[in-house]
T-cell receptor, first 118, second 110 residues
Framework: DTGVSQNPRHKITKRGQNVTFRCDPISEHNRLYWYRQTLGQGPEFLTYFQNEAQLEKSRLLSDRFSAERPKGSFSTLEIQRTEQGDSAMYLC????????????????FGPGTRLTVL | EDQVTQSPEALRLQEGESSSLNCSYTVSGLRGLFWYRQDPGKGPEFLFTLYSAGEEKEKERLKATLTKKESFLHITAPKPEDSATYLCAVRNNAGNMLTFGGGTRLMVKP
């Protein structure tokens, strides 16, 4: 299977604990995105990488959140000192940027990691 | 700020009863309008990208159209397996993120 994979699929933690999620993008894709989705809502953008460089971060990404993509391949999203409001589905997507200046950019999503903070 | 509004929030259809889902948007320089399908507990599955007004794309029972202010997802003779949440998203010419609407939850009864 050459799709986007995410691990773990589910994570239950207690308030105040740290959690880390992993995303493996489609192998030839140079862009990787993180989104958060709460029940009944559409996904909201958190951050994205082009290769190993983190190029954009949303206001939603508080200081407790950090994302890395160390070698331009897989990425991790860490949440420190989790709060109940962090409970959500965390989605990873990847894309291949092509088209030069007028770029095209279909994003393909993974299955998500469901986080529950007790 | 880009905005996407989807209507209706939920739609119940009988099998074979055709209908349309609406996606209204405001965006600074459209660089693509995207439709995704999402099943419960899963990530969004890419369906279509539309880039300019007047463009149409089809896949099986689904047809997506685009104007300067909205997009429609037409579902012809739906089957129960078409039941899912359909998400619409836009990308503007300044950023690389997608801005999503809240989705339309479609239920098709046999």
């Amino acid at each position: 299977d050459t799709g986007v994979s995410q691990n773990p699929r589910h994570k239950i933690t207690k308030r105040g604990q740290n959690v880390t999620f992993r995303c493996d993008p489609i192998s030839e894709h140079n862009r990787l995105y993180w989104y958060r989705q709460t029940l009944g809502q559409g996904p909201e953008f958190l951050t994205y990488f082009q290769n190993e460089a983190q190029l954009e971060k949303s206001r939603l990404l508080s200081d407790r959140f950090s994302a890395e993509r160390p070698k331009g391949s897989f990425s991790t999203l860490e949440i420190q000192r989790t709060e109940q409001g962090d409970s959500a589905m965390y989605l990873c997507a990847s894309s291949f940027l092509w088209g030069g200046e007028f770029s095209y950019n279909e994003q393909f999503f993974g299955p998500g990691t469901r986080l529950t903070v007790l | 700020e880009d905005q996407v509004t989807q209507s209706p929030e939920a739609l119940r259809l009988q099998e074979g009863e055709s209908s349309s889902l609406n996606c209204s948007y405001t965006v600074s320089g459209l660089r693509g309008l995207f439709w995704y399908r999402q099943d419960p507990g899963k990530g969004p599955e890419f369906l279509f990208t539309l880039y300019s007004a007047g463009e149409e794309k089809e896949k099986e029972r689904l047809k997506a159209t685009l104007t300067k202010k909205e997009s429609f997802l037409h579902i012809t003779a739906p089957k129960p397996e078409d039941s899912a949440t359909y998400l619409c998203a836009v990308r503007n010419n300044a950023g690389n993120m997608l801005t999503f609407g809240g989705g339309t939850r479609l239920m098709v009864k046999p």
